[in-house]
């Protein structure tokens, strides 16, 4: 009966490590006063939609227009786990990168979506949302 849960913890453990970090370094930089990245914003809300789904099963939290590009909305519907697009999200040893360069080669970035968009809204303002939309 224990080992149940702890199913869903391993599972999901390179998810909620990531969205641990991406909420940390963000909130390092929110208590010096300085501006929050609003691309860290969306990629922690569509891990987090990640997650949700890995939970729950329930298709309906998966966004298709922003996270099928970005591969992690298709793997886990068809393979179950997780999974970004390198050319998209990059990963270093200590850090990563959101290529907007790369971006600019999807459908969604000519009609940006938001996966954050009620997140951002609430807790920044449409200032820092415009500014998503902009980049």
Known sequence: MKAFPLLYSWSTYALTSLIAKIFNFERKKMLRSEPVN????ELCAVLERALNFMHSGNIKV???????????????????????????VRFYSNSW?????DM???TFARNPSSAAKRVILYNYGPCVFQVRILL
């Open 38 to 41: 609003p691309l860290n914003v």
């Open 104 to 106: 600019n080669n999807h």
């Open 62 to 88: 998966i966004a298709p227009t922003i996270m099928n590009p970005m591969w992690i909305g298709k793997a886990l519907i068809q393979d179950g786990m997780p999974c970004l697009n390198p050319s998209i």
């Open 97 to 101: 990168e959101i290529c907007m360069k």
